[in-house]
Each structure stands twice: as C-alpha cells, then as structure tokens.
C-alpha cells in the first residue's frame, strides 16, 4: 500500500509490525502438525520452508524497495500484543 505510485492517495499511512509474532505462529503451525515418522517430517518441513520462503522473498522485496516503517506517519511495532509500541 506504500507503494510510490500510491503516496498521493494516502492522508496518513500506517506501518504494523507483527513479523516476529507470524513467523513464530506459522512456526508453531510445522511443528504442531508435523508426522510422526522421519521421511513425512521432513517432507513436510520442506514443503513448509517452501512457502515461507516465497512469502518471504516478497515481503523483503517490498520492505527493501518501499522502507514502509520510515516512511509511515505511524509506526505500531505489534510483536507483543499485550505491549504494543507506537511511533511516530
């Protein structure tokens, strides 16, 4: 959404943080249903890694070329639900 074709439409732009917290969960996911015997684990591990490699290929594209945290009017760092961190 920060793209820069799309600044001039935005009156206030803001950049949540939750990527330690979504990496951990989707960890918690692998693990939690992960088979029991050594060829399906780690099967299922790579098909994993497989996906989250893509998600996170894109996603640090677009941080790497938009930098949304330094240049959102608000940043909500929301790693700890219980604690979240707001900046501006």
């Known amino acids: 959404m920060q793209r820069p074709e ?3 439409y935005h009156n206030l732009t803001v950049f949540l943080d939750g990527s330690t917290r979504v990496a951990l969960r989707r960890l918690g996911i692998v693990q ?3 088979p029991p015997d050594g060829e399906s684990a780690l099967h299922h591990v790579l098909e994993w890694v ?3 490699d893509r998600y996170v290929a894109g996603m640090r594209l ?3 070329l938009v930098a949304p945290a330094d240049t959102a009017d608000i940043v909500v760092d929301n790693n700890d639900l219980k ?3 707001v900046s501006q």
Do not use: W
Request: proline share 13%; hydrophobic share 40%.
């Open 6 to 8: 799309l600044a001039p």
């Open 62 to 64: 677009y941080l790497d």
């Open 32 to 34: 939690q249903n992960l």
């Open 83 to 85: 604690r979240p961190l």
């Open 50 to 52: 497989g996906r989250m």
